[in-house]
T-cell receptor, first 117, second 115 residues
Framework: AQSVTQLGSHVSVSEGALVLLRCNYS??????LFWYVQYPNQGLQLLLK??????LVKGINGFEAEFKKSETSFHLTKPSAHMSDAAEYFC???????????????FGQGTILTVHP | ETGVTQTPRHLVMGMTNKKSLKCEQH?????MYWYKQSAKKPLELMFV???????ENNSVPSRFSPECPNSSHLFLHLHTLQPEDSALYLC??????????????FGEGSRLTVL
């Protein structure tokens, strides 16, 4: 079984400050890890993903995340927050634990990011 | 055309009505999904179709009935719903991946309100 825990349902930062959204996962097989962003009244958009290889992954809009196997973590960061980053962010894990050939993602509860001027 | 299109974007229905949600993907994918997003709850996977065959049904009540006539279209037929079924219903698609790691591409969702 797989699970995802996002620490903090709400994170508030000032514009220009560091953004850090935390994600820890549990997986019985090597995981594939994802961060998605959801703006109000919209669907989910992929920010970045880790499959194999380099553990530091860069995504869109200046976000990046680092896969740390020893800590079972995949935290999302951005050096300088912008007002347009205000949204809800979801961490997700996938893996072929069930022998499927499709992307069965398990999502975390989401973290709402607020950016203050 | 955007990658995954859902219609209608908003739907209000009574508990005795019958309605359908439609999803269409233009990405050439062959797996499609329905997720339910309720307030203060994680996204819940409802159904998965892979190559037009239903491969996942996560204990969803029978008042939700999916249909996948081809690899580009997915429907969710709704009947005799309950107020607690009010939520954002998200459709997604992906390519088949033997490693199970295919990323999902989401539509913008259908906001359902059951009165």
């Amino acid at each position: 079984a797989q699970s995802v825990t996002q620490l903090g349902s709400h994170v508030s930062v000032s514009e220009g400050a560091l953004v850090l959204l935390r994600c820890n996962y549990s997986s019985s097989v090597p995981p594939y890890l994802f961060w998605y962003v959801q703006y109000p009244n919209q669907g989910l958009q992929l920010l970045l993903k880790y499959t194999t290889g380099a553990t530091l992954v860069k995504g869109i809009n200046g976000f990046e995340a680092e896969f740390k196997k020893s800590e079972t973590s995949f935290h999302l960061t951005k050096p300088s927050a912008h007002m347009s980053d205000a949204a809800e962010y979801f961490c997700a894990v996938s893996g072929n634990a069930g022998g499927t050939s499709y992307g069965k993602l398990t999502f975390g509860q989401g973290t709402i990011l607020t950016v203050h001027p | 055309e955007t990658g995954v299109t859902q219609t209608p974007r908003h739907l209000v229905m009574g508990m005795t009505n019958k309605k359908s949600l439609k999803c269409e993907q233009h990405l050439g994918h062959n797996a499609m999904y329905w997720y339910k997003q309720s307030a203060k709850k994680p996204l819940e996977l409802m159904f998965v179709y892979s190559l037009e065959e239903r491969v996942e049904n996560n204990s969803v009540p029978s008042r939700f009935s999916p249909e996948c006539p081809n690899s580009s279209h997915l429907f969710l037929h709704l009947h005799t719903l309950q107020p607690e079924d009010s939520a954002l219903y998200l459709c997604a698609s992906s390519r088949r991946d033997p490693l199970g790691g295919g990323e999902l591409f989401f539509g913008e969702g259908s906001r359902l309100t059951v009165l």
